[in-house]
């Protein structure tokens, strides 16, 4: 099973400050590459423990005996570690998203290169998926998911298109999307709109932003005084939820000053923002929009 080069791999591990006998967790298994670049740098008594929802990713699994593949979505990491008897950790990694190889296979409908039955399920365990989200959600739903995901300025119109369209008969491949949403799409900028479309009933569809406020939020209260936070994100409704939450600690308003009027936040920002160079973008073209930012407990 075929998964492409992680994505900001050294930067993104090295952001960890790994040490040999620490307990990590890459809560983004996929293909396994930041796992393996994990484990090189941990010693015998070193721990890794990875997290991944889709099935798929199980066929990666690295043998050895310093790691554990939880297939869970990463919301529920807390729960899964404290089963392991794991109360804290030393660093955290995440590369969100959707990985290579789920746009890469047709069937799981992610990509806009293929004509797919409407799926986009990171997990085939999860009930709701894109077909429910497009033929069922009420107009008004529909131009939520479109414009608070896919930041689209017509999201009305296109809630309204959709519902007009499905009363005639279901809207039930990629292809059938393509063509109702086709006034929407002109050739020019068919490609960057149509992908927005995509994005927004994708995070519906996994929750994507429920589930990464979730796992922030949890991070921060497992991870050990000094343990880092190493991110990886790819549009901007992610990045401003990570930017904020490491800047404050919180995802919305101002923390709280304390008696000398300084403001008390639990991470330290390590670095400056890291993005990848033009030499990895031109051997995978999915980093062309990744954001790395790492932050350390206080």
Do not use: C, W
Request: aromatic residues 10%; proline residues 3%.
């Amino acid at each position: 099973m075929e998964y492409h080069n992680p994505v900001l791999l050294q930067a993104s591990v090295v952001g960890l400050n790994i040490k040999p006998d620490g307990v990590y967790v890459d809560v983004t298994f996929g293909g396994g590459g930041h796992s393996a670049f994990i484990l090189n740098q941990l010693g015998p008594n070193g721990k890794l423990f990875a997290f991944d929802q889709d099935e798929d990713a199980l066929a990666n699994t690295l043998h050895d005996e310093r790691f554990v593949l939880i297939n869970e979505n990463f919301r529920y990491i807390k729960r899964f570690l404290r089963f392991h008897n794991i109360k804290s950790v030393d660093g955290i990694l995440a590369d969100l998203g959707v990985s290579s190889h789920q746009f890469d296979v047709a069937e799981r409908g992610f990509s806009t290169r293929f004509d797919a039955e409407l799926d986009m399920r990171m997990s085939q365990k999860n009930d709701l998926n894109a077909y429910k989200v497009v033929n069922e959600y009420d107009e008004a739903n529909l131009r939520r998911v479109f414009l608070e995901f896919g930041e689209l300025k017509n999201a009305p119109a296109i809630a309204r298109v959709i519902i007009k369209a499905r009363e005639e008969s279901p809207i039930k491949n990629t292809e059938q999307l393509k063509t109702v949403l086709s006034q929407f799409l002109p050739a020019h900028k068919s490609h960057k709109i149509l992908a927005q479309m995509y994005q927004s009933i994708r995070i519906e569809v996994n929750q994507e932003m429920d589930v990464l406020k979730e796992f922030l939020e949890q991070s921060l209260e497992i991870l050990n005084p000094g343990g880092r936070l190493s991110v990886i994100s790819y549009h901007s409704l992610e990045d401003r939820l990570v930017k904020r939450f490491i800047k404050n600690g919180m995802f919305e308003g101002e923390p709280e000053r304390d008696f000398f009027g300084n403001f008390s936040v639990p991470f330290t920002t390590i670095g400056k923002l890291i993005v990848p160079n033009q030499a990895e973008i031109k051997i995978n073209n999915r980093a062309r929009s990744a954001k790395l930012r790492i932050a350390e407990k206080k």
